[in-house]
């Protein structure tokens, strides 16, 4: 484990350290540095070889120190696949191992039941197709993983890498998603209505595996009171959120009128088209034969009790219908096409937004937009923190989360 400070907190972060006498050229990119005795240490997780090890461990149930290695029970692991390294486009360090698995290493661990293993192993021991049903796993004692979170006093495990079963040639919903922008006749409505019949079947699957609640009055008080905290702390890192602010306010205070019940539960909690993958090709082409739902990590940076949390099922159906929207305006902003872009960009939004919503009522029983004032504010939460996400790291695309809060406040 490797520490840093961010502002007055400690965090942890996992790093696989290698060591060899002489670096190849293809890990150069990997190298931290050399050792009093010439070896140079390296990023052990972009090593092929190491991640063989890994894999190994993982498929031979080992211990080492206090690392110990799990399979899940009856599951078939090829410790003689190659493994390979995807690039460092996420948070965390996956390797793919043949065609067959991928090892996702968390970068950041916390000690407590990870939902990222937690949530598919339950789904997938109850029958489900709409996960990547867990092979393995590593993991250590929660109390070695100084600064990894809030270990707990009763020796809390800490995940450190999940082992699943991989899709080749699938395609995530987002690259989908935004190619069809750019067809003659741009539309993902059949896709956006497979993807709501999934997305209500894996909240009917969360129910069933873990349990639903309704918010108490007391609870329900705290959900709009954070909401309003989060709006009053977005608004000193992004000031344009200033001139929404009452609009904003009075959505999220539309949710303590008398008698409002809301209903919670598990969820995926960072639900968005980058996250649901297409796993085979249909007719037409882009309809897939198949959504597979991944990464019920959450946000990292959250603590793991609250995304291990029961919250509304909508908070889900909130980042999809957002998602849709960032789509079709990044490519808009990205293209710089114009107004008619612009308003076709905004047509295949709502027929996405239009079709998504009825594809999850056919399966839950109801469309999500009437739910009341709980989607709205679901909605703006939602493009209230990505404005903030934006304002830190992608600036470029600030605007998009502001257009759409802009039109929302109107």
């Known amino acids: 484990m490797a520490d840093a400070w961010l502002g007055q907190e400690r965090v942890s972060y996992q790093v696989p350290v290698g060591i060899r006498a002489e670096l190849p050229a293809a890990l150069a990119g990997a190298r931290i540095g050399a ?113 990894a979170g809030s270990p707990s006093p009763h020796g809390d495990r800490v995940v450190l890498g999940i082992l699943s079963v991989y899709f080749p040639h699938s395609t995530d919903a987002w690259s989908l998603a935004t190619a069809s922008l750019h067809e003659p006749e741009p539309d993902f409505a059949i896709q956006a209505y497979q993807l709501g019949e999934t997305t209500a079947r894996m909240h009917a699957e969360l129910a069933d595996a873990f349990g639903t609640s309704v918010l108490s009055p007391l609870a329900l008080a705290g959900l709009t009171d954070a909401m309003q905290a989060e709006l009053s702390n977005a608004m000193t890192i992004v000031p344009e959120l200033r001139d929404h602010e009452l609009a904003v306010r009075s959505r999220y205070a539309a949710l303590a009128a008398p008698d409002t019940e809301i209903a919670v539960q598990r969820i995926h909690g960072d639900y968005h088209l980058a996250q649901v993958l297409a796993t085979g090709a249909g007719d037409p082409p882009l309809r897939p034969r198949r959504w597979v739902v991944l990464d019920f990590e959450g946000e990292p940076s959250v603590p793991l009790a609250h995304r291990r949390a029961y919250a509304p099922a909508l908070r889900d159906v909130a980042g999809m219908l957002r998602s849709f929207d960032y789509a079709a305006r990044h490519e808009a902003l990205r293209n710089a096409e114009g107004p008619r872009a612009e308003r076709i960009a905004a047509g295949w939004v709502e027929r996405c937004e239009d079709a998504f919503c009825a594809g999850y009522g056919d399966v839950a029983g109801g469309d999500p937009r009437r739910s009341g004032p709980l989607l709205r504010a679901l909605t703006l939460q939602k493009a209230v923190y990505e404005a903030v996400y934006e304002a830190r790291h992608r600036p470029d695309w600030l605007p998009i989360p502001l257009a759409a809060i802009a039109e929302a406040s109107r």
Not at 49 to 57: F, K, N, R, W
Not at 72 to 101: C, H, M, Q, Y
Request: no cysteine.
């Open 35 to 147: 050792l009093p005795d010439g070896s140079t240490a390296y990023d052990g997780a972009a090593d092929p070889e190491l991640a063989s090890v890994l894999l190994h461990g993982i498929a031979t149930g080992r211990t080492e120190g206090r690392l110990q290695f799990a399979a899940e029970p009856g599951a078939l692991i090829d410790e003689t696949l190659p493994g390979r390294p995807l690039p460092a486009l996420a948070s965390n360090t996956s390797v793919v191992f043949g065609d067959k698995a991928i090892l996702k290493l968390l970068r950041r661990p916390f000690a407590g039941h990870h939902p990222d293993l937690e949530v598919p192993a339950a789904l997938a021991r109850n029958g489900s197709s709409l996960v990547a049903a867990p092979l393995g796993w590593i993991e250590m004692p929660g109390d070695s993983a100084q600064g």
